[in-house]
Protein backbone atom coordinates (compact mmCIF):
# COMPACT_ATOMS: atom_id res chain seq x y z
CA UNK A 1 0.00 0.00 0.00
CA UNK A 2 1.53 3.51 -0.77
CA UNK A 3 0.82 6.08 1.82
CA UNK A 4 1.76 9.74 1.73
CA UNK A 5 4.58 10.17 4.21
CA UNK A 6 3.02 14.19 5.09
CA UNK A 7 -0.54 13.21 5.30
CA UNK A 8 -0.91 9.48 5.90
CA UNK A 9 -3.58 9.57 3.13
CA UNK A 10 -4.56 6.42 1.16
CA UNK A 11 -2.91 7.10 -2.45
CA UNK A 12 -2.89 5.78 -5.72
CA UNK A 13 -1.21 7.78 -8.10
CA UNK A 14 2.28 9.13 -7.86
CA UNK A 15 1.83 12.53 -6.08
CA UNK A 16 -0.51 12.94 -2.85
CA UNK A 17 -3.58 14.87 -4.25
CA UNK A 18 -4.15 15.98 -0.47
CA UNK A 19 -0.47 18.13 -0.11
CA UNK A 20 0.89 17.14 -3.75
CA UNK A 21 3.95 15.19 -1.84
CA UNK A 22 5.37 11.95 -3.35
CA UNK A 23 4.25 9.31 -1.91
CA UNK A 24 6.41 6.37 0.25
CA UNK A 25 6.01 3.44 1.19
CA UNK A 26 5.13 3.04 5.30
CA UNK A 27 5.95 -0.39 7.11
CA UNK A 28 5.61 1.09 10.57
CA UNK A 29 2.77 -0.73 12.83
CA UNK A 30 1.80 2.29 14.18
CA UNK A 31 0.42 4.35 10.48
CA UNK A 32 -0.78 0.67 9.88
CA UNK A 33 -2.71 0.37 12.76
CA UNK A 34 -3.79 4.08 12.55
CA UNK A 35 -4.76 3.53 8.66
CA UNK A 36 -6.47 -0.10 9.14
CA UNK A 37 -8.15 1.86 12.06
CA UNK A 38 -9.12 4.92 10.42
CA UNK A 39 -8.24 7.03 13.91
CA UNK A 40 -6.74 10.70 13.45
CA UNK A 41 -6.71 10.98 9.73
CA UNK A 42 -6.87 14.23 8.24
CA UNK A 43 -5.22 15.95 5.44
CA UNK A 44 -2.42 18.20 5.59
CA UNK A 45 -3.24 21.66 4.92
CA UNK A 46 -7.11 21.68 5.56
CA UNK A 47 -9.34 20.63 8.16
CA UNK A 48 -10.54 17.77 6.28
CA UNK A 49 -11.49 14.39 6.84
CA UNK A 50 -10.18 11.89 4.70
CA UNK A 51 -13.11 9.89 5.28
CA UNK A 52 -16.76 11.33 5.38
CA UNK A 53 -17.79 14.85 5.47
CA UNK A 54 -15.35 17.80 5.62
CA UNK A 55 -15.25 19.61 8.79
CA UNK A 56 -16.38 23.31 8.73
CA UNK A 57 -16.24 26.09 10.85
CA UNK A 58 -19.19 28.28 10.01
CA UNK A 59 -18.78 31.36 12.63
CA UNK A 60 -14.74 31.04 12.90
CA UNK A 61 -14.35 30.88 16.51
CA UNK A 62 -11.38 28.51 16.06
CA UNK A 63 -13.20 25.50 16.78
CA UNK A 64 -14.92 22.83 14.16
CA UNK A 65 -18.68 21.68 13.63
CA UNK A 66 -17.70 18.75 15.88
CA UNK A 67 -16.66 20.54 18.77
CA UNK A 68 -18.40 23.76 18.62
CA UNK A 69 -21.42 23.89 21.09
CA UNK A 70 -22.56 26.22 19.03
CA UNK A 71 -21.47 26.88 15.55
CA UNK A 72 -23.86 29.60 14.57
CA UNK A 73 -22.20 31.98 17.48
CA UNK A 74 -18.29 32.53 17.43
CA UNK A 75 -18.96 33.89 21.41
CA UNK A 76 -20.03 30.22 22.67
CA UNK A 77 -17.27 27.25 22.30
CA UNK A 78 -15.97 25.21 24.93
CA UNK A 79 -14.29 27.06 27.06
CA UNK A 80 -15.13 31.09 25.81
CA UNK A 81 -15.61 31.65 29.46
CA UNK A 82 -11.99 30.91 31.27
CA UNK A 83 -12.77 32.34 34.26
CA UNK A 84 -15.96 30.63 35.03
CA UNK A 85 -14.48 27.20 33.29
CA UNK A 86 -11.76 26.19 30.47
CA UNK A 87 -14.32 23.46 28.96
CA UNK A 88 -17.88 24.04 29.63
CA UNK A 89 -19.88 25.70 26.87
CA UNK A 90 -20.32 29.04 27.10
CA UNK A 91 -21.14 32.49 25.94
CA UNK A 92 -18.58 35.15 26.25
CA UNK A 93 -20.04 38.58 24.65
CA UNK A 94 -17.93 40.79 26.13
CA UNK A 95 -14.46 39.27 26.03
CA UNK A 96 -14.50 39.72 30.17
CA UNK A 97 -13.90 35.85 30.82
CA UNK A 98 -17.18 35.24 32.73
CA UNK A 99 -20.17 33.13 30.96
CA UNK A 100 -23.29 34.81 30.31
CA UNK A 101 -25.60 34.19 33.28
CA UNK A 102 -28.29 33.72 30.62
CA UNK A 103 -27.63 32.06 27.54
CA UNK A 104 -29.60 30.77 25.09
CA UNK A 105 -31.00 27.23 25.30
CA UNK A 106 -28.18 24.33 25.09
CA UNK A 107 -25.83 26.90 26.36
CA UNK A 108 -24.26 26.70 29.53
CA UNK A 109 -24.97 29.54 31.80
CA UNK A 110 -21.77 31.49 33.78
CA UNK A 111 -21.67 34.28 36.49
CA UNK A 112 -21.56 37.72 33.89
CA UNK A 113 -24.53 39.94 34.87
CA UNK A 114 -24.05 41.35 32.10
CA UNK A 115 -22.44 40.10 29.03
CA UNK A 116 -22.60 43.21 26.59
CA UNK A 117 -20.42 44.83 29.22
CA UNK A 118 -16.53 44.08 29.85
CA UNK A 119 -16.67 46.05 33.19
CA UNK A 120 -19.54 44.55 34.76
CA UNK A 121 -18.29 40.98 35.97
CA UNK A 122 -17.92 39.13 39.16
CA UNK A 123 -14.70 40.21 39.32
CA UNK A 124 -15.11 43.77 39.71
CA UNK A 125 -18.37 43.20 42.26
CA UNK A 126 -20.63 45.18 40.43
CA UNK A 127 -22.88 41.74 39.49
CA UNK A 128 -26.09 41.56 41.85
Known amino acids: MKVCHRCQSHIVDTDCPHCEAHPTIVKTPTIALSVLLGVGLTACESPQALYGVPYTDIDQDGF ?4 DCDDQDPYTYPGAALEDSETACMTDFDGDG ?8 G ?7 DDAEATVNPA ?4 D
Open 124 to 127: NENC
Open 107 to 113: VEAGTDC
Open 64 to 67: EDYE
Open 98 to 105: YGDANPAE
